[in-house]
C-alpha cells in the first residue's frame, strides 16, 4: 500500500465517523435514541475497524516491519 491510498482511506474512515453522527442526529429526529443509536452503530463500527487497520499498518511501518512504500 503507498502512501496516498493510506491517507486516503484515513479520510474515508473519517468521513464514515462524520456520515454515522449524520444518521444519528437526523433519525432522532423521527425515532426515540435507541433506534437512532442502533442506525448509526454498523457505520461507526466499519469507521473504527479500519481507524484500527491504519493504525497498524502506521505501527508495522513505523517500527520497520512492513514499509508502506
Given at each position: 500500500?503507498?502512501?496516498?491510498?493510506?491517507?486516503?482511506?484515513?479520510?474515508?474512515?473519517?468521513?464514515?465517523?462524520?456520515?454515522?453522527?449524520?444518521?444519528?442526529?437526523?433519525?432522532?429526529?423521527?425515532?426515540?435514541?435507541?433506534?437512532?443509536?442502533a442506525?448509526?452503530?454498523?457505520?461507526?463500527?466499519?469507521?473504527?475497524?479500519?481507524?484500527?487497520g491504519?493504525?497498524?499498518?502506521?505501527?508495522?511501518?513505523?517500527?520497520?516491519?512492513?514499509?508502506?512504500?
Amino acid at each position: 500500500m503507498d502512501r496516498s491510498r493510506f491517507v486516503a482511506l484515513a479520510f474515508a474512515a473519517f468521513g464514515l465517523v462524520f456520515v454515522s453522527f449524520l444518521i444519528r442526529g437526523t433519525t432522532r429526529l423521527v425515532a426515540p435514541y435507541g433506534v437512532a443509536v442502533a442506525a448509526s452503530a454498523p457505520v461507526f463500527f466499519m469507521a473504527a475497524a479500519l481507524l484500527i487497520g491504519l493504525f497498524v499498518l502506521a505501527l508495522l511501518d513505523v517500527t520497520g516491519i512492513r514499509r508502506l512504500g
